[in-house]
């Protein structure tokens, strides 16, 4: 069982979505499992018609709240689980949603001012937990160990259910021997693991084993990537040589260019190693730049983007590495449990500056004195009386005398105070 979280700002329109066709038409018969409105007839306002009513009884402490309110104030979490295990039934999945909005603190038991929330389901083996960040009481909810708090309920749920990993069915000698419909890609991947994915029957497994490739097989299916450790060059040799030898097998085989030695006049990736950290370095340099608050959310951005940014990257890449380490030594559940959990954390630490944008627009530049102040005295005897000026004990030594000493002298806006020694 898995979760994953988000945060909207335009509940009205969630909703409009969720009980909607959907992207690929595949939301079915959406309803409402579970939910607590706080005396707001919810159960009434889930026809289509009503969603704009349904959305305005969710906002209702965001609208109380004004001004002081997030810009993103709705809580999202969709759950999913195992798609070889018998579904939940409504009574079950709604279980699950009360569960984890008490576990993350959204409407912990007994709490009458805790927020407002519903679940709601559209599709087989998922359900989807909609909540105010904003409570009755008008306080806003921490969401800083959502994520982590999710996972944990959600492995605790799914070790309560039985959901534990089933073998998949035997391949029958018909589908050991028959070309595959779908074809076969072979791609490189965000993270820059090269995956192969279609070979669904042993013969094309084969190959692509015998090529150098890796098995995995979980509730996504069979498919198959080169190990982490592959050098680029390597990958893009391996690669092109499974796919010769799938299409002298009569499968029907989409590589990647970037992959395919035939079509590359350049390497694929020319940088050395440790580019990733190469690339956080220039970010670091791109925010201490920074001469204005926008400038700096411009930087920060290529950090928080909630696609593309450096903290989902390496969220991503903790996870596959979790991932990784059950797939090649089942023993070591204990050290893959430690990258999820580090995973998480990162998506904490993303949750709790998702709203940062505006405030980074509001950050200020150097002031005006210290942007005119001079970096460097002409005089070295004028600078050295300066920094005995603000000095107590050289103050002390010229006085002859115990008398206290002067005060420093109070570090200016914007500028951090001295750090004593």
């Given at each position: 069982?898995?979760?994953?979280?988000?945060?909207?700002?335009?509940?009205?329109?969630?909703?409009?979505?969720?009980?909607?066709?959907?992207?690929?038409?595949?939301?079915v018969?959406?309803?409402?499992?579970?939910?607590?409105?706080?005396?707001?007839?919810?159960?009434?306002?889930?026809?289509?018609?009503?969603?704009?009513?349904?959305?305005?009884?969710?906002?209702?402490?965001?609208?109380?709240?004004?001004?002081?309110?997030?810009a993103?104030?709705?809580?999202?979490?969709?759950?999913?689980s195992?798609?070889?295990?018998?579904?939940?039934?409504?009574?079950?999945?709604?279980?699950?949603?009360r569960?984890?909005?008490?576990?993350?603190?959204?409407?912990?038991?007994?709490?009458?001012?805790?927020?407002?929330?519903?679940?709601?389901?559209?599709?087989?083996?998922?359900?989807?937990?909609?909540?105010s960040l904003?409570?009755?009481?008008?306080?806003?909810?921490?969401?800083?160990?959502?994520?982590?708090?999710?996972?944990?309920?959600?492995?605790?749920?799914?070790?309560?259910?039985?959901?534990?990993?089933?073998?998949?069915?035997?391949?029958s000698?018909?589908?050991?021997?028959?070309?595959?419909?779908?074809?076969?890609?072979i791609?490189?991947?965000?993270?820059?693991?090269?995956?192969?994915?279609?070979?669904?029957?042993?013969?094309?497994?084969?190959?692509l084993?015998?090529a150098g490739?890796?098995?995995?097989q979980?509730?996504?299916?069979?498919?198959?990537?080169?190990?982490?450790?592959?050098?680029?060059?390597?990958?893009?040799?391996?690669?092109?040589h499974?796919?010769?030898?799938l299409?002298?097998?009569?499968?029907?085989?989409?590589?990647?260019?970037?992959?395919?030695?035939?079509?590359?006049?350049?390497?694929?990736?020319?940088?050395?190693?440790?580019?990733?950290?190469?690339?956080?370095?220039?970010?670091?340099?791109?925010?201490?730049?920074?001469?204005?608050?926008?400038?700096?959310?411009?930087?920060?951005?290529?950090?928080?983007?909630?696609?593309?940014?450096?903290?989902?990257?390496?969220?991503?890449?903790?996870?596959?590495?979790?991932?990784h380490?059950?797939?090649?030594?089942?023993?070591?559940?204990?050290?893959?449990?430690?990258?999820?959990?580090?995973?998480?954390?990162?998506?904490?630490?993303?949750?709790?500056?998702?709203?940062?944008?505006?405030?980074?627009?509001r950050?200020?530049?150097?002031?005006?004195?210290?942007?005119?102040?001079?970096?460097?005295?002409?005089?070295?005897?004028?600078?050295r009386?300066?920094?005995?000026?603000?000095?107590?004990?050289?103050?002390?030594?010229?006085?002859?005398?115990?008398?206290?000493?002067?005060p420093s002298?109070v570090?200016?806006?914007?500028?951090?105070?001295?750090?004593?020694?």
């Amino acid at each position: 069982m898995i979760a994953h979280l988000q945060r909207a700002s335009d509940t009205a329109g969630l909703l409009t979505y969720l009980y909607g066709p959907g992207e690929r038409g595949n939301h079915v018969n959406p309803r409402l499992v579970a939910g607590d409105g706080h005396g707001a007839p919810i159960e009434l306002l889930t026809e289509p018609g009503s969603l704009s009513y349904l959305a305005q009884a969710i906002d209702a402490p965001v609208e109380r709240l004004g001004a002081r309110a997030p810009a993103r104030p709705t809580w999202v979490c969709s759950v999913r689980s195992d798609p070889r295990l018998p579904d939940l039934t409504d009574a079950q999945w709604a279980d699950v949603a009360r569960r984890l909005v008490s576990a993350t603190g959204i409407a912990p038991d007994g709490d009458l001012d805790a927020c407002r929330w519903i679940a709601l389901r559209n599709q087989a083996q998922q359900v989807y937990v909609v909540a105010s960040l904003v409570r009755e009481d008008g306080g806003l909810h921490n969401g800083y160990r959502d994520a982590f708090r999710l996972q944990t309920e959600c492995r605790r749920i799914a070790a309560e259910l039985g959901h534990l990993a089933t073998d998949s069915p035997p391949t029958s000698r018909a589908q050991e021997t028959s070309v595959p419909a779908p074809p076969i890609t072979i791609s490189s991947e965000f993270s820059g693991s090269v995956v192969a994915k279609g070979a669904n029957d042993d013969l094309s497994a084969m190959i692509l084993k015998h090529a150098g490739f890796q098995q995995i097989q979980d509730w996504h299916g069979r498919r198959h990537r080169l190990p982490t450790t592959t050098p680029v060059a390597d990958q893009v040799a391996i690669a092109s040589h499974a796919a010769e030898m799938l299409r002298a097998a009569r499968y029907d085989v989409a590589l990647a260019p970037s992959l395919d030695v035939a079509r590359m006049s350049t390497p694929a990736n020319p940088l050395e190693s440790y580019a990733a950290g190469a690339a956080l370095l220039q970010i670091t340099h791109e925010i201490r730049s920074a001469a204005n608050g926008e400038g700096l959310r411009r930087a920060v951005d290529q950090l928080l983007h909630p696609e593309h940014g450096a903290l989902e990257r390496v969220r991503e890449a903790l996870e596959v590495a979790g991932e990784h380490i059950n797939d090649l030594d089942d023993e070591a559940y204990r050290l893959a449990d430690r990258f999820g959990f580090a995973a998480d954390f990162v998506s904490s630490a993303q949750s709790e500056l998702v709203d940062s944008e505006d405030e980074l627009r509001r950050v200020s530049g150097p002031s005006q004195s210290e942007a005119k102040a001079p970096t460097h005295s002409s005089n070295p005897s004028a600078s050295r009386s300066a920094a005995l000026a603000v000095s107590p004990i050289a103050a002390k030594a010229s006085t002859g005398t115990n008398a206290p000493p002067a005060p420093s002298p109070v570090p200016s806006a914007g500028r951090p105070a001295p750090r004593s020694r």
